[in-house]
């Protein structure tokens, strides 16, 4: 069984930093860039869509790893985590914007999430909420107000199809597809992307906190509207104050000890 291993089968590399604290962007080629924000930053390993780098924070450790797109490798990337002994991940991605007010280039911290993907339904049932941790999102939210980045909090849909979101009419369930996201709309939903809702249910399962920050890319409701669309893939908001959420949060874990 893959719990034999001295190494956790996809993630492929032993925790020997000890890391209590992970960053997780989706796309193996920000790791890099983002573990260069941290001090001594070192390469730890790569397997499968698991890019893996460690460096300090405040002299704490902390990972920065890639889960790949989606929910099923996102899922197993936070178990296998948890296996190896982090207690809090922060993904790090990019969304595209849902309601009007959200433009390319603001930040969205995710306080829950839409589960509108199928992996966290193998985890519980749809009933329960994908909720951000506490700590986490308010670390994340303060973090933006001290940086001066303009950012909105609430709630994420997740889903798996990226072009269901896009062209929902190609879909032969574009019915459904549409449907649902005027339904997202009317509540409020911020913004769209894939991976928050698993992220959020697999950790509450096994007692990790885990928060989310996310660049908006792009809206297409304002394009839809007529109202103007900025397009921007600068990361460096949301690296920053993933950054400094996680530097809030070690020091707040030193202050309770
Ligand atoms: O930028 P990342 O973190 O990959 O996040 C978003 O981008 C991908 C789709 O383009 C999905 O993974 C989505 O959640
Ligand atoms: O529109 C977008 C942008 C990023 N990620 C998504 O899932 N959708």
Known sequence: MYYEHQKPYHI??????????AILPGDPGRVEKIASH????????????????????????????STGMGGPSAAIGVEELHQVGVH????????GGMALPVKGGDLVVATGA???????KEYVPIEFP???NLDVTNALVNSAKELGHPYHAGVVQCKDSFYGQHSPERM??????????????KAGALASEMESSAVFIVSQILGMRAGCV??????????KNGMEDIETHDMTAAIQVSIEAIRKLIREERDET
Not at 114 to 119: K, L, P, S
């Open 130 to 132: 994908a909720v951000a």
């Open 12 to 21: 492929g590399f032993i925790n020997e930093a000890g890391a209590r604290y």
């Open 88 to 95: 809090t991940v922060l993904r790090i991605g990019t969304c």
């Open 214 to 223: 996310l660049n908006v890319l792009w809206n297409q409701e304002r394009a």
């Open 38 to 65: 941290l001090e001594h930053p070192r390469f730890v390993s790569q397997n499968r869509e698991y890019t893996t780098w460690v460096g300090e924070l405040e002299g704490e450790p902390v990972l920065v790893m």
């Open 172 to 185: 032969p369930a574009g019915y459904e597809l549409l449907n649902k996201w005027d339904a997202w709309l």
């Open 114 to 120: 839409i589960r509108m993907e199928g992996t966290s």
